[in-house]
Each structure stands twice: as structure tokens, then as C-alpha cells.
């Protein structure tokens, strides 16, 4: 009987339980470092414009043990052509393996080990650098310098711990472009930046938990300001395995949010080809009794109408076909939410064959229209098919047709053995795609490049003295205070709460007040591209301190921020620079005498006949005095000055009284 599986927010964690789900996290950050890892490029620089391109092919190399990695050999059989964007400002010869690495850049190591104090992992004394091949092309000299710096740790999640298994720094690759036939085009800009890697045991539940577990991590991270922010810099790697399966990594979704709809139809995919292994040996199909056959059907097809298999044909490409024995309708079985089991067999040879142009397989159990049945019934009979089994047509150049068929009969024979060990693409729609075999140990071995680094005392000492707070104390911490729920979390993680927590303590400033101008105001003036990063933590807090001491109303902080964010650099920092801000701007600040005055003045001159409603002339007044003495004087206080010389209520229910 076919399995059935609840919709996604139907799932319970009982339902999660009854699996045996479990998920484990690798959370890829990159850090805020000047410069790259192993060399002295600078990082950060992003450009889609580039000076050269450079071709290379990948190839495997043994391991120390003499082994080849099946991720490499998987590699090795697509055949890609590899090519390189390079821009002058963000490449050197040593991406490229032909100058040796600079020794470790020490900025991203002090940042990756105040994060891995925070993870309260066992540090090591001495680091190690390993090689990790990369033949996907992503790493231009085909493999990743990295290192592992601690190891079994925690981080608190509802009353218990979620484990930590290493903390791991390493480079970043390079940017996609695009992946087309065998053709994979990669921008360099973004190569050999430092990243760190926190990964976690297999110590979570359910998917929800999976986005709150990662959620934690992320503002751990940031919480010390010093790792980049933006899409892309923060991606997950999700790992995920439910009873009888195995571990599958879902790889580099970059918003949390996805995670869990990931889980979830990886978790459904994993139960499903549980499923068609038990009803593949209940039909006596097992590993050493698997059957299939593969020929050359151009012939039969030829006068075909299926368009992908006419538009082929006319390119001079041909068709074969493979016969599954005993394979019968199950290509129909639904893996994932909108997939079916037939994707898998797709999935590979769009991936290893390099037939990416899609639908580049159909097979005889499809239940939309693609072959008609009299080119079935001829292919039944070219493959001596028998009721049960099933056809599957790959079509493209002879050597990729080949590939394609080959890959298929891989893949049917692991359906016999349940679910294979994978690397899978996370897609937009909540599903997974093949993207290569899971990497073995057999893809690591040492570098020999660099020497150990030793870890000294002194070193951990000066960053332990400077930890943060725990972001998740902090955080308790600001809900005591009140703080609006969209301003709490970006401000535990903001490079600025140290200073919002020197604004409250030292000035007693509203915490409201400083937490929306930090978070809100400031956002709002980089959309106006304005220079946010050029203000100081001394001229914020000599802005704040002008609002403390009666000198600047709270209008008048927004205004002389946005101001100073706007200015060009000059000699003058600090409380200079703030200082002449106050001289250009004429902030001196106003008294009530003069807004007395200055009303008077308004409403001698004013026509009242103007106005249909008292409430409208109050609010008319209240603007001029406004944009009069903005930043000057409390805004709130003018509006209540207004009120009570028209004697109007606030509300604009009474009539405007006699006036002198």
C-alpha cells in the first residue's frame, strides 16, 4: 500500500518522534576581516565585473591512505569545464595554487576563537591545517584549507542543551554564475574569504526547532559584530536522517526560514524510499538479484511527435533507453511535496550527464502524455519488457546518453538498499535536489604547506577579556526594558549595543527612544544612502548627550545624525565634529518664552476665516512652530503650548475661545 504522509502543518513533534528524526546544523559565517585567509587580498569587495576568465578542468587526487574520495570520482565523470571570472582588485596568484599561502591571517583567528569561547568549546593547543578537495569547481585549485579549532561544546535551547561538535575556520569558494551543459562559470570575488563553521550533533527534533537552534547560533555570531551580515553571508547546511535512513546534507540554504519545509520534505523523500525498498524486496528485487538493460532506441523513436525528443533528434542526438525490472509504477511514488520518485533518476542525469536542459528523461509509467502508445508498445518489445518492470528514455550527445542511462542504473540499484548517502541542493519551492554523493574521509588529508600554530595562553586571555554577553542573557535583559519586539533581536545583535547600553546607563536615555534611532532611523537613513558608518561611537553618544542635558529636543537628534551621516569626512571628530554640526544647523536650544512669542506673532497675522475647523487651524500652527524650532525644543511640548493658548483639547472638540 502506498505511504501516506501528513501535509507540513499538519506534523506534530510526536509525528517527528514516530520517524525517528533527527537534524544537525553546519552553519557557514563569514567574518569582518580586511583581508582573506591565507592570503593579502582584501575581503568584502563584491563586483560582478571581471578583468580575465580562466579554464580549468578538475581532477581527483589520492588520499593520504591512497584512496580516492567518491565525491571527486562523482566529479570527475561530468566532464565540466570550469571557468573563472578574476577581477584584479580581489584575486592573486595563490587562489590559483601558484604562489604558497601567507601564514593565517590573525585577525579572523581572534574572531573565530572568541566565537568558539562563546560555544564554550575544548579549544585545541595547537591548529593543523588540512586540505578538503572541492572538484565541483568552486575552489579553483581544487581543494579548501581548513582547520579545526575546538570541539564539544553547547549552547542552551528550552530547558536543555544542544550540543556542539567543532567549531571549524576555513576559506569560502568562489560565486556561481551559472551551470549549463559542461559548461560552470564562478566569479572569484568572494574566494578565500575567512569563514567560520560551527557544527552541531544531531541533537534536534523537529524543523521548527532546527530555525530556532540556527536562529541562536546566528545571533551568537553577531552578537560579537565582527562576522559580515547581508544575504549570503551566513548559509546552513542541514543534516538529516530518520530511522532505517541515513544522513543526507541539504546544502547552503541562506535565509533560516527555509529550514524547515527542507526538513520536513527530506524527512517525507527519506520515509518514501524506505518505502519502495521494502516493496521492491516484497517483489524478490534485492541488490544481487537487480535486472536492467540498456539500448540504443533512436531508431524507434525517430518520427516521434514528443517535442524534447524531436528537438533533440534534429541536433543529431540520440535516445536510449534502460529497462528496470520489477520497477513497475513505483517511478509514480510520490518522494516530496510536488516530486515524485522519478526525479531522482532525473536529478542524476541532469547533474553527472550534464543533460540540464529539462525534461531529459520520460519513463513508461507517467501518467501525462509524452510518447504515443504505439512507440511504448515498440520499446516494450525492443526491451523484451515484462508486465512489472519499467522504461526509462534519456536523450542527448552518444557519450552524455551513455552517461545519463549508466547513472540511472546506479541509482536503481541503491533504491534496493533504501536511502543513499547524498549531498542535496535546497530549491525555493521547500524541496531537495541530487547534487553530488556525500563526501568520505577519503577527501581530507594535511596540508603540508603550513606549519602548526600554536595557541598561547596570552592570546585566549586578551579575547576572553573582551567577550560579549550572551546574546540570549542580553536579550532577557532588553525585554526587562520594554523594547519594541521588531527593535530586540537586531539590537542584541547589532555592533551598537554596547553603546545603546552606554546611552541607558550613563545618560538615562529613554531605551525606547535610543534602541528606535539605533535600529530604525539608522536603517531608514542607509536607504537614503546616507553615510551611517562614518558616525562614532563618540559622536552618537555626544548627539544623546546633548538630548540629556536639555540642549537638543528628540527631533533634533534625528535631524543632526542624518546630518552628520550625510557630511563628507573632515578634521574634526567627536565632540569637535558634533560640536560645529550645532554651529551650521543653529541649535541653540529654545525656551518657552519664545515659542509664547513666536505663536503670537502667527496668530496676529492669521486669517482664521481660512480654516473650516478649529482643529485644523491648531494643526496648522502646530507645524509652523515645528519646522520653526525643530530640534530645538520637545515637539510634543510645542503641540501642547498650541493647545492650551487656543484653548483647544487635543482631540479638537471645543470651539476656539476669545483671545487676546
Not at 591565507?38 to 578542468?57: K, V
Request: hydrophobic share 35%; with cysteine.
Amino acid at each position: 500500500m502506498p505511504l501516506s504522509f501528513k501535509p507540513f502543518h499538519e506534523m506534530t513533534p510526536e509525528d517527528y518522534a514516530d520517524i525517528g528524526l533527527k537534524v544537525g546544523l553546519e552553519v557557514h559565517q563569514q567574518l569582518l576581516t580586511r583581508r582573506k585567509l591565507f592570503c593579502r587580498c582584501p575581503a568584502g569587495r563584491y563586483s560582478n565585473q571581471y578583468d580575465a576568465e580562466i579554464l580549468r578542468h578538475m581532477r581527483p587526487t589520492l588520499s593520504e591512505l591512497g584512496e580516492y574520495d567518491g565525491t571527486a570520482l562523482m566529479e570527475k565523470k561530468t566532464k565540466k569545464n570550469i571557468y573563472y571570472r578574476i577581477h584584479h582588485d580581489t584575486v592573486c596568484t595563490y587562489e590559483f595554487d601558484d604562489t604558497p599561502p601567507f601564514f593565517m591571517d590573525e585577525e579572523a583567528l581572534d574572531i573565530a576563537l572568541e566565537v568558539a569561547l562563546l560555544l564554550r568549546l575544548n579549544l585545541v593547543s595547537e591548529l593543523h591545517i588540512a586540505r578538503k578537495q572541492y572538484l565541483d569547481g568552486s575552489i579553483p585549485t581544487g581543494f579548501q584549507r581548513t582547520t579545526i579549532l575546538g570541539v564539544d561544546g553547547w549552547i542552551p535551547y528550552k530547558g536543555r542543551k544542544i550540543r556542539i561538535k567543532q567549531l571549524g575556520l576555513e576559506e569560502d569558494a568562489c560565486r556561481e554564475v551559472s551551470d549549463v551543459g559542461h559548461d560552470r562559470v564562478f566569479l572569484t570575488d568572494r574566494l578565500g574569504m575567512p569563514l567560520i563553521e560551527p557544527v552541531t550533533y544531531p541533537d534536534i527534533h523537529t524543523p521548527q526547532e532546527a530555525a530556532e537552534v540556527g536562529q541562536i547560533i546566528r545571533m551568537l555570531c553577531r552578537s560579537t559584530g565582527k562576522v559580515r551580515t547581508g544575504y549570503g553571508a551566513a548559509r546552513q547546511d542541514v543534516n538529516v536522517s530518520v530511522s532505517g535512513g541515513t544522513r543526507v546534507e541539504i546544502k547552503g540554504t541562506p535565509q533560516l526560514w527555509r529550514n524547515p519545509r527542507l526538513i520536513y520534505n527530506e524527512a517525507r523523500r527519506q520515509c518514501s524510499l524506505l518505502y519502495i525498498r521494502d516493496e521492491l524486496r516484497a517483489r524478490g528485487v534485492r541488490s544481487e538479484t537487480f535486472q536492467c538493460s540498456t539500448q540504443d532506441v533512436t531508431r524507434i523513436v525517430a518520427k516521434s511527435e514528443y517535442e524534447p525528443i524531436r528537438a533533440a533528434l534534429g541536433q543529431g542526438k540520440v535516445v536510449k533507453c534502460v529497462l528496470l525490472k520489477g520497477f513497475g509504477a513505483l517511478l509514480n511514488e510520490p518522494t516530496q511535496e510536488h516530486t515524485t520518485f522519478a526525479k531522482e533518476f532525473a536529478d542524476r542525469a541532469r547533474v553527472i550527464a550534464c543533460l540540464t536542459r529539462l525534461p531529459n528523461i520520460i519513463h513508461s509509467d507517467a501518467a501525462s502524455e509524452s510518447l504515443a502508445g504505439r512507440e511504448w508498445k515498440d520499446l516494450r518489445r525492443k526491451m523484451r519488457a515484462q508486465h512489472g518492470d519499467t522504461l526509462i528514455l534519456a536523450w542527448g550527445a552518444e557519450e552524455d546518453a551513455a552517461c545519463a542511462c549508466r547513472e540511472i542504473v546506479i541509482r536503481a540499484r541503491e533504491a534496493t538498499e533504501g536511502v543513499p548517502s547524498d549531498t542535496r541542493q535546497g530549491l525555493k519551492d521547500g524541496s531537495n535536489g541530487f547534487e553530488r554523493v556525500l563526501p568520505g574521509a577519503e577527501r581530507m588529508y594535511p596540508d603540508t604547506d603550513l606549519p602548526p600554530l600554536a595557541i598561547d595562553q596570552a592570546r585566549l586571555d586578551r579575547i576572553k577579556a573582551r567577550l560579549p554577553e550572551y546574546v540570549w542573557e542580553r536579550l532577557d535583559r532588553y525585554r526587562r526594558l520594554h523594547l519594541p519586539e521588531d527593535v530586540l533581536q537586531p539590537l542584541c545583535t547589532s555592533r551598537r549595543a554596547n553603546l545603546f547600553d552606554r546611552l541607558v546607563s550613563e545618560l538615562e536615555t529613554d531605551p525606547t527612544f535610543a534602541a528606535v534611532v539605533l535600529m530604525q532611523y539608522f536603517k531608514a537613513f542607509k536607504r537614503e544612502g546616507l553615510a551611517v558608518e562614518r558616525l562614532t561611537e563618540e559622536e552618537i553618544h555626544e548627539v544623546f548627550k546633548a538630548h540629556a542635558e536639555g540642549r537638543l529636543a528628540r527631533e533634533g537628534v534625528i535631524e543632526v545624525l542624518a546630518y552628520l551621516a550625510g557630511r563628507e569626512p573632515s578634521e574634526e571628530t567627536g565632540a569637535a565634529r558634533v560640536a560645529k554640526v550645532f554651529e551650521e544647523l543653529h541649535l541653540s536650544p529654545a525656551n518657552e518664552e519664545e515659542i509664547e512669542q513666536y505663536l503670537a506673532r502667527q496668530l496676529g497675522q492669521l486669517d482664521e476665516s481660512r480654516f473650516a475647523t478649529p482643529t485644523k487651524m491648531c494643526r496648522y500652527l502646530i507645524g509652523l512652530l515645528m519646522r520653526e524650532f525643530l530640534g530645538r525644543f520637545a515637539g510634543r511640548r510645542i503641540a501642547q503650548l498650541v493647545h492650551d493658548r487656543l484653548q483647544v483639547a487635543p482631540e479638537g472638540e471645543t470651539e476656539v475661545k476669545a483671545r487676546t
